[in-house]
Structure formats: structure tokens, C-alpha cells
């Protein structure tokens, strides 16, 4: 009997911690005294805090200057106030704290993990203080890193799949600020100087321009300590000004490469969906169908499955300030590619048309919200929804309203959103290969 008990109060527990984490976390909100956004959740079970700062200073802020944004915010981590990025990796090394910078077309972001211990603590929130209120850009420091974007960019162009998604973007955004890659190009890149990132910090690194979000075995009280800890030596300054919206593409465009290798990469894309779209949840759980689901989606169906064209495909959405970029991807042989292009636009066109069945709309709703509450699983999880949440100024209840919104989607609401929204007669083609093999 006590061997029953002990099963029963187990198995109790584990459907407790499971709707826990389907109910999704508790956020709760506020702004610094210098107009930085907070959102926080208590999570006391390990004694660990994240801190992640999100600042609207990613590459559509390049402002002419492509790939500033990116090197101006790694450099931040190469060396702040009195330390140079030695001494601040063995301050954060000796008290077991981890720091991270990072990038992307909307976001970048200089982030801390930590133990709450005092020390280990107090260590970081100093350091991370330090990195995001005075870094040095010290010009040995700027040659170093940009040596080593130009390594990075002189790589993308011997990758077949690097050049391909670089021509996709360009031809997809045009002349939109999304259009250009994160890191720049060789000459944009070899043409900043120390001047150019300390302007660019100024203007995007700033109270008013960034989201604090902050996870951890703390209490509300120590939240908001730690969130004006971290940005008191940022000037208040203004929010960057609204992204200009992404044109609609006019009319198909078709742009092969010539590549010497033995598969050909093909990539379809088009505007797609911005971040709070009101058709995010049909779009997201029709794409979830069509291509990303891996292995079991239609497009694996029919192009690996029935054809043998290709190991893998996907389609996906990336949605963004303004609307990113709906992708269709794959790679095959040479000789396939005309075939396995055909197939691609083909299984969308007739997706768009028809949607999914009831049965493939009702396995890929179990497949997102049985796997979600993994996806909130950890601290450092949360974070980087905590900054999506306040970065893109989404509902507070947006984890806790997930799985319902999903559910919710219907046959016909994918059917009709994926009409409205997605146009194969428009889309961009982009294939790198050996053509005509």
C-alpha cells in the first residue's frame, strides 16, 4: 500500500509540474527610472538569476553603414570601464558567471547568468553594469574583430547555402533595411572606424531603446535593484524610430548562381509576418503542416518520401518588427534541381489552395503544445521570451494563452490566411549550384 501511495503522490506531481508549465510563468512588469522596460519572473528554484538586455539596435539600424551594428556590439564585450576582455572573462570566471553578446536584423543584446550568491553576484551585475555603460572600442581591439568578420564573410563565400540565403534576403527586401546581411559586407566592413561604432552606440545604446529582462531565484524588490543597477549608466535617450514597412514583391524572380558543387541549394521566399500579426496563429500552425515539422510535414511527404529529392525540407516563418521573411528550402543533386524546384512551388501552391486536413491540423496542434512546456523549461528558456515579450511588446499572458491560441486555429483559418498572405506566383527563387548539370 505505501508502494501505491508513493506512485500515486509521484504521479501527482508530475501532472502538477506539467500544468505548471503549460499554465506558462508568472510576468510581471514595470519601467526603470530611465524609462527602460522590466519584465521579470520569479523562478527560486536553482539558485541562478539570468539577466538579459535587449536593445532595438540590430541591423536594420546600420543606418548606411552595414555590419556596424554587429561589430559595435561585440566589441562591447572586448573591454569595458577598467577592464580589457582578459580581465573580464577571469572576473566572471572566478565567480562561475557567464556573459554573452549577440545580434541579429531587429535585436542585439548583452546578457549575464549568475549565481545569487552575494559575491558571484554582485561581481556580475558590476561587470555586466561596465560592458553596457562604458565600453572601450579600443582600436586594437575593433582590428582584431573586424579581421575576424572578414574571415566570417570570406567563409560565407565559398558556402553555397550562405550564398544563396544573402541573394534570397536582397531580393526579398530590396531596399528595405532587412536586405542586407548582419554582419555587413567586406567593404562596408573595412570601411568603420572606432568613430562609427562610438556614434552608433550613442545613438541605439540607450534607457528608452531597451527591454530588461531578468529570471531567477530572486524577489521582486531585488528585481528592481538589479534592473537599475544595470542600466544607471545609460543615458535615457529615445526609442529608435519606427522600421519603414516591407513592400509586397511585384511579380516572381527567378536569380541562379553558378557554384561548383555536387548539390544544387534552392531557397523560395517572400515577405511573411511581423511580430504580433493577427494571423500569426494560423500561419504558424498551417506552416507547422506544410514544412515545419520536419520529417512528417507534407513537403518532406512529397519531396524526400514519395521522390527521393532531397534528405531535408522545411519552410518556416520569421517574424520581426515588420514583416520577415517566409522561406521554402532545400538541397538536392544537380541533375534534380529543375525536378525538386517544381516539386517544391508545386506542394505550396496546392497547400495554399487546399490547407491541411483536419487530421494534419489536429497532429500538428498535439505536436506544438505537447512540446511546449519544454520550451519554457529552463531559466535561460524563459529569458529570451521575456525579451521577445517586451522587445516586441507582445501580451503579458502571452506564454500562458500559447497553447489555448493554438488549439483554437482552425482548417479554415489556415486556409484562409495562407490565401491572403502568401503568393507562389510572386515568389523570389534563388538557386546555387552547377547549372544546367
Known amino acids: 500500500m505505501n508502494g501505491m501511495k508513493r506512485k500515486f503522490w509521484l504521479v501527482l506531481s508530475l501532472l502538477l509540474f506539467v500544468a505548471q508549465l503549460q499554465a506558462g510563468p508568472k510576468i510581471q512588469s514595470w519601467h526603470t527610472s530611465k524609462g527602460a522596460r522590466v519584465l521579470f519572473v ?32 561585440t566589441l562591447m564585450g572586448e573591454g569595458a570601464g577598467e577592464w580589457n576582455a582578459d580581465q573580464i572573462a577571469e ?27 552575494a559575491k558571484p553576484l554582485a561581481t556580475g551585475l558590476e561587470t555586466l553594469a561596465a560592458v553596457v555603460a562604458n565600453p572601450r572600442f579600443e582600436p586594437e581591439d575593433l582590428e582584431r574583430e573586424r579581421q575576424a568578420t572578414l574571415a566570417s564573410l570570406l567563409a560565407d563565400e565559398q558556402s553555397p547555402g550562405a550564398i544563396g540565403k544573402k541573394v534570397l534576403y536582397r531580393l526579398v527586401f530590396g531596399d528595405h533595411p ?8 567586406q567593404a562596408s566592413v573595412k570601411a568603420l572606424t572606432r568613430a562609427d561604432l562610438l556614434a552608433t552606440y550613442r545613438r541605439l545604446y540607450v534607457a528608452r531603446n531597451a527591454v530588461v529582462a531578468i529570471v531567477g531565484a530572486v524577489d521582486r ?19 529608435a524610430p519606427a522600421l519603414p514597412e516591407v513592400a509586397p514583391i511585384g511579380q516572381a524572380q527567378l536569380e541562379s548562381i553558378e557554384f561548383p558543387s555536387s548539390q544544387s541549394h534552392i531557397y523560395l521566399g517572400q515577405p511573411g509576418m511581423k511580430r504580433g500579426d493577427p494571423d500569426y496563429f494560423a500561419l504558424y500552425v498551417g506552416n507547422h503542416v506544410l514544412g515545419g515539422s520536419g520529417l512528417v510535414s507534407i513537403l518532406s511527404e512529397e519531396v524526400r518520401e514519395k521522390r527521393g529529392l532531397s534528405y531535408s525540407v522545411y519552410s518556416y516563418f520569421l517574424p520581426m518588427r515588420q514583416s520577415g521573411i517566409f522561406q521554402l528550402g532545400l538541397q538536392t543533386k544537380n541533375v534534380q534541381a529543375d525536378q525538386a524546384q517544381q516539386v517544391l512551388l508545386d506542394t505550396l501552391k496546392r497547400y495554399v489552395s487546399e490547407g491541411p486536413t483536419a487530421a494534419e491540423l489536429k497532429a500538428a496542434k498535439q505536436n506544438i503544445t505537447g512540446g511546449f512546456p519544454l520550451r519554457i523549461a529552463s531559466n535561460s528558456k524563459i529569458v529570451e521570451y521575456l525579451a521577445v515579450i517586451g522587445f516586441y511588446d507582445l501580451p503579458l499572458d502571452y506564454l500562458d494563452s500559447f497553447t489555448a491560441k493554438v488549439e483554437a486555429v482552425t482548417v479554415r483559418q489556415v486556409r484562409d490566411a495562407f490565401r491572403r498572405r502568401i503568393h507562389p506566383d510572386r515568389l523570389v527563387t534563388v538557386r546555387v549550384g552547377r547549372q544546367g548539370s
Open 42 to 73: 520569479a523562478a527560486p528554484e536553482l539558485p541562478m538569476v539570468d539577466v538579459r538586455l535587449v536593445f532595438d539596435a540590430g541591423s536594420a539600424r546600420d543606418d548606411g553603414k552595414p555590419g556596424v551594428t554587429s561589430l559595435t556590439n
Open 91 to 117: 572576473r566572471l570566471e572566478n565567480v562561475g558567471a557567464e556573459l554573452e553578446v549577440g545580434s541579429l536584423r531587429d535585436m542585439a543584446w548583452v546578457a549575464l547568468r549568475s549565481l545569487t550568491d
Open 221 to 239: 524588490a531585488q528585481a528592481e535593484q538589479i534592473a537599475e543597477q544595470v542600466t544607471a549608466g545609460l543615458t535615457e535617450g529615445e526609442p
Open 178 to 185: 532587412y536586405a542586407h546581411p548582419v554582419e555587413g559586407s
